[in-house]
């Protein structure tokens, strides 16, 4: 496809159940960032992969959050034991890297935890 | 590291008047400034962006400019229309060596009265 896709498009979970969202980024972009988005507000930087470097993982807000990036290409962003206050709606994005560019977003994950 | 700071949070118009969105940031490092516009269940989409290298950009009604001394820039919308109601998001890029990332204002919900 032509732009970042995300899936999937809703997720309700019981709390202290793990789950696991997914990022394809636009083909060719080698920088790829996660942020979350509560209700009304403002995005929440969680981590940035840029090609091969290590991951500035340091927006994750606490150690059940966790993500990987496989063959520089899918991400996936796993909360383990989830809390009601990790509702809100995941978003990922995606740019060439390398040079300062603009993230493209997808439609985002929106998680409900209840 | 960077913080960016948006206003207002909220700003209504009549159709056909012009709109502006402030933000600034703190660290003088950062060297790009792109803006987006989030539409309500959709992921925020790219609208314009400006480097640090250039005062002003303009694309149809949408104009923003720059002021890296007083490190702030802003959004000028002109001849606003219905369609333009959204929330609004000014970033900065710190950007050293071949990594950044992107950090974010609160949002602006701009609504445009018919």
């Known amino acids: 496809g032509a732009g970042v896709s995300q899936s999937p498009s809703n997720k309700v979970t019981e709390k202290g159940k793990d789950v696991e969202l997914r990022c394809d980024p636009i083909?060719?972009?080698?920088?790829l960032y996660w942020y979350r988005q509560s209700l009304g507000q403002g995005l929440e930087f969680l981590i940035y992969?840029?090609?091969?470097?290590?991951?500035?993982k340091s927006g994750l807000p606490s150690d059940r959050f966790s993500a990987e990036r496989t063959g520089g290409s899918v991400s996936t962003l796993t909360i383990q034991r989830t809390q009601q206050e990790d509702s809100a709606v995941y978003l990922c994005?995606?740019?060439?890297?390398?040079?300062?560019?603009?993230?493209?977003f997808g439609p985002g994950t929106r998680l409900l935890v209840l | 590291g960077e913080n960016v700071e948006q206003h207002p949070s909220t700003l209504s118009v009549q159709e056909g008047d012009s709109a502006v969105i402030k933000c600034t940031y703190s660290d003088s490092a950062s060297n790009y400034f792109p803006w987006y516009k989030q539409e309500l269940g959709k992921g925020p989409q790219l609208i314009i962006d400006?480097?640090?290298?250039?005062g002003e950009k303009k694309d149809q009604r949408i104009a923003v400019t720059l002021n890296k001394t007083a490190k702030h820039f802003s959004l000028h919308i002109t001849e606003t229309q219905p369609e333009d109601s959204a929330v609004y998001f000014c970033?900065?890029?710190?950007?050293?060596?071949?990594?950044?990332?992107?950090?974010f204002g609160k949002g602006t919900k701009l609504s445009v009265k018919p």
């Open positions: 992969f840029q090609g091969n470097s290590a991951p500035d």
């Open positions: 083909s060719g972009h080698t920088a």
């Open positions: 970033a900065a890029t710190p950007w050293r060596g071949s990594q950044g990332n992107l950090i």
């Open positions: 400006i480097r640090s290298n250039v």
């Open positions: 994005a995606s740019s060439f890297g390398g040079a300062v560019q603009a993230g493209y």
